[in-house]
């Protein structure tokens, strides 16, 4: 996989010929030439990236990935499977042209054939329901009329009961002890040892995937279905536990080596999509945060982060070593060009640096008939070359947003430590927690106070209100296996990889994609080269999203919760993990092309499909860039963000695995939100890189001004940190296990083993009620203690009654 990633050493950027350059139309042509232009003054060369993040990829792609494409010949068996059946039990019909009636009573029948006893009778069944859930697609002629029959049987074979049968047969698969025994001792595994697991999680994925897909046009009956199996996915129905939590247990025993066969992709796929769909995605993240500060009574937030972020734009990453030493070179022979040098960053408030110096790029700029900023560039280095602005009419300039993307925030601590440190200096005196005294302070500090308030992110620390959410039951599903499940999440993800070394002890993730028979020809290699790298490209998406949305569930339903996940990624190495995966050519890795669209379902079931040629796999797709690796990229970027937000440890984890560099190079990568999380990661260990590291990344310390949201107080750029001492470090992370500990046991010890946290009996009628044995030296001395403690102490009655 490693050698399919540096595709071309120009970033992703495309080699054109004069020849070819001739025939681009009037508005590539333009945005060529800007390109060339960018590439001679040493920018970045790749375009901005027209992507939009959600929380899935449109549902075409998001089925395709279930299969791979060495599974292409079973859409036929499944077809065969399904025929078979039907014409013994129903007739010569086509099943498109059967009514409601006809259609219930052979989705019954098919459903009482899963009981048989014979392994071989019970699998054919499967794959017939899987041909129903896969739409019926020989008798469909579009990719649309494929989708709408998907949705009508899934929702039928969720009405008769099909799924709940599925996750039976599912359990027993799992505990199958001859398969797992049989698969320890195969030398090589393929595609055959994962048949019966295959086709009952492809059926539960679809069920699944297309149910939670809404429509205006669902019938009330169709809404309601889906609210009632959301409920029940996300509750203990299936084997006494959230269907959650059965699949995190296959992926700890895939990754324990008891059972290598697992097509750990599909679980994986399974896993994701029914955690969004019962706990859901990043609009209702949003909606549930809403309305539980309206619950607690807090102010409203200042802003919609995800449209915030949908709302910026890309900026120009600052230019590598070797375009740089170029760029130098070049600007020896301009001894036309006048030199200005910039003081300090106030220089640029006389000239606008968001605009262009030349007026070819506006006539470029025209020719996109386009009044929106197509790049907003990061301000230019210290020392460079600075043409005199040219003056623009009224009615060229663009129109910028005025101020700043995100309303500042501060913590209470921070008011605090502000206030302390004010009274030391002008009193000579502290008063703790205290934020509401100035007295003796000047009045500038009032007024910083007062500002400070108004922007204080307000918190609220009430009566624990346990609520038995699909969040709170799947944290209590997987709370006794939780550093296990995330150790082989992580296993996963470092195996899928694609700087990942393939090593002897490391686990096998291809299990569900190398065919019996291995490639004979060139053209059979490089598909299955291709099928490779796209199967594990699937794995990390899936895993990046499982842990995001974990993270940010957990966070909003119970602090420790998330506090205490995230301990334990951190503990198995993830944040070394990330960066890896990002010390790599993330422009080859994002716009790699391993995809065979003509192959990728539902396309390859309603079109002959073309012969294909080395060629045609070399050339891969049309996309600009790959969805789902972009997609993963910036969940992980979250996943590190959320790691290392306020954990002074962690974020010298940073510094220490010199993750800068690569976090700068990462910024080649023109999309708004890619570059935000970066900007994030490289602002909190902006401090402890030097005066020259900042000296020589002006452009990435502006470009964290214009885009992070501003912490009032945090001298980020050149201050000390008093709570970063290292050896506070260890103690931190410490304090914070005991609390999560406390916190668990408290909450979720039904054995009650700690004393401290047995419920007190405060009713004086049943505490004097109970038989208490007191031990024998005690008796023995009874008058003695009467003596001591009860006569010769003068008690006032009338008081003790009052």
């Not at 195969?186 to 699944?208: E, G, Q």
């Not at 939670?212 to 996915?233: G, I, M, N, V, Y």
């Amino acid at each position: 996989g490693q050698s399919n990633m540096d595709v071309g050493g120009n970033g992703g950027g495309l080699i054109v010929n004069n020849k070819q350059r001739a025939m681009l139309p009037n508005k590539s042509r333009g945005e060529f030439v800007r390109n060339q232009r960018k590439d001679s003054e040493g920018f970045s060369e790749s375009p901005d990236l027209e992507f939009e993040y959600a929380d899935t990829d449109k549902w075409s792609a998001e089925l395709s990935e279930l299969y791979s494409y060495t599974e292409g010949p079973e859409f036929l068996l499944n077809r065969k499977c399904f025929e078979e059946e039907f014409r013994i039990h129903v007739s010569d019909d086509k099943w498109t042209e059967l009514d409601v009636s006809q259609h219930r009573a052979h989705a019954m029948r098919l459903l009482d054939g899963l009981e048989v006893i014979t392994r071989e009778k019970r699998l054919k069944v499967a794959r017939a329901i899987l041909y129903m859930a896969q739409g019926t697609f020989a008798e469909c002629s579009s990719e649309a009329e494929v989708q709408h029959w998907m949705r009508y049987n899934i929702f039928l074979l969720l009405d008769v009961g099909t799924f709940t049968a599925l996750v039976e047969l599912l359990n027993m698969e799992v505990d199958n002890s001859a398969a797992c025994s049989s698969a320890v001792r195969k030398p090589a595994i393929s595609l055959a040892d994962s048949t019966d697991l295959r086709v009952l999680l492809n059926i539960m994925y679809l069920m699944v995937e297309t149910i939670q897909q809404e429509d205006p046009a669902d019938s009330p009956e169709w809404r309601a279905t889906r609210e009632t199996f959301k409920t029940e996915l996300g509750s203990p129905l299936y084997n006494n536990e959230p269907i959650s939590v059965m699949l995190f247990g296959m992926v700890t025993k895939f990754c324990s080596g008891h059972a290598p066969h697992f097509p750990m992709k599909k679980v994986l796929l399974l896993l994701w999509k029914s955690i969004l769909f019962t706990l859901g995605g990043f609009e209702q993240l949003q909606n549930i945060k809403v309305r539980k500060r309206e619950q607690l009574r807090l102010p409203p937030l200042p802003e919609d982060s995800i449209r915030v972020i949908r709302s910026m734009r890309a900026a120009s990453p600052p230019a590598s070593a070797s375009d740089l030493i170029e760029q130098q070179q070049k600007r020896a022979r301009r001894e036309h060009k006048s030199l200005t040098k910039q003081d300090n960053l106030d220089a640029f408030n006389e000239k606008d640096p968001y605009k262009s110096d030349d007026p070819r790029e506006d006539e470029d700029d025209n020719d996109d008939n386009d009044n929106s900023m197509e790049v907003e560039p990061f301000p230019m280095e210290r020392d460079e070359v600075m043409p005199p602005p040219i003056p623009h009419p009224p009615s060229e300039r663009v129109n910028f947003p005025k101020g700043l993307p995100w309303a500042p925030k501060v913590r209470e601590k921070d008011i605090e430590h502000f206030l302390e440190s004010s009274r030391s200096k002008f009193i000579g005196y502290t008063l703790g927690n205290d934020t509401d005294t100035v007295v003796g302070l000047p009045r500038p500090i009032h007024e910083s106070i007062r500002t400070l308030k108004q922007v204080l992110c307000s918190s609220q620390h009430g009566e624990e209100d346990v609520e038995l959410c699909s969040t709170e039951l799947l944290y209590q599903g997987i709370l006794p296996s939780l550093p296990q499940y995330m150790i082989a999440l992580l296993k996963i993800l470092l195996a899928a990889a694609p700087t990942s070394k393939a090593k002897t002890d490391s686990i096998n993730i291809l299990a569900d994609v190398l065919p019996e028979e291995m490639p004979t020809t060139v053209l059979q290699s490089m598909k299955l080269g291709v099928d490779v790298n796209r199967h594990k490209e699937i794995i990390v998406k899936a895993i990046s999203a499982i842990l995001l949305l974990l993270l940010k569930h957990f966070k909003l339903n119970h602090i420790y919760q998330f506090e205490y996940m995230a301990q334990h990624l951190v503990f198995a190495n993830c944040i070394p993990l990330i960066l890896k995966f990002f010390n790599q050519n993330i422009m080859s890795y994002i716009t790699a092309k391993n995809s065979i669209s003509v192959l990728d379902f539902p396309y390859c079931v309603v079109h002959d499909l073309p012969e294909l040629t080395a060629e045609s796999l070399e050339a891969g797709d049309i996309n600009q860039f790959c969805w789902r690796n972009l997609f993963s990229c910036i969940n992980l970027l979250r996943i590190l963000n959320k790691l290392t937000k306020w954990k002074h440890s962690r974020t010298m984890m940073l510094v220490v695995f010199k993750s800068a560099p690569i976090l700068k190079r990462a910024l080649k990568v023109k999309q708004a939100m890619m570059q935000l999380y970066v900007l994030k990661l490289l602002k909190v260990q902006t401090k402890y890189l030097g005066r020259q590291w900042r000296k020589s990344n002006m452009k990435t310390m502006s470009a964290i001004y214009q885009k992070v949201r501003h912490r009032l107080n945090d001298d980020w750029a050149y201050g000390n940190d008093l709570d970063a001492r290292p050896w506070d470090f260890q103690a931190e992370e410490c304090a914070l296990r005991a609390n999560i500990e406390r916190f668990n046991s408290r909450r979720y010890d039904n054995n009650q083993s700690n004393p401290d946290f047995l419920p007190v009996d405060n009713c004086l009628q049943s505490v004097l009620g109970q038989r208490v044995d007191l031990p024998e030296d005690f008796q023995m001395n009874y008058d003695l203690w009467l003596e001591r403690e009860v006569f010769s102490k003068p008690i006032s009655w009338e008081e003790l009654l009052q």
